[in-house]
């Protein structure tokens, strides 16, 4: 399970994260199997990589942003 994952890789997949991309699409753009994308969103998560939030919520923060 678990194999490689290059740089190009992990961009890869937060640009499909996204655009709301569901796992299976995303697992057969990077030709994995959709638990090593699973596994490799919670790394990213826990290391600060990507940030999980409701679109009203990031919506607002744009708008705060902006003014």
């Known amino acids: 399970m678990m194999g490689h994952w290059s740089s190009a890789d992990e961009a890869l997949l937060v640009e499909n994260l996204e655009l709301g991309h569901d796992l299976e699409l995303i697992s057969e753009v990077l030709e994995k199997a959709p638990s090593d994308i699973v596994l490799r969103m919670v790394q990213l998560y826990q290391n600060g990589s990507i ?17």
């Open 51 to 67: 940030v999980v939030m409701a679109g009203a919520t990031f919506d607002v923060l744009v708008k705060r942003i902006g003014e």
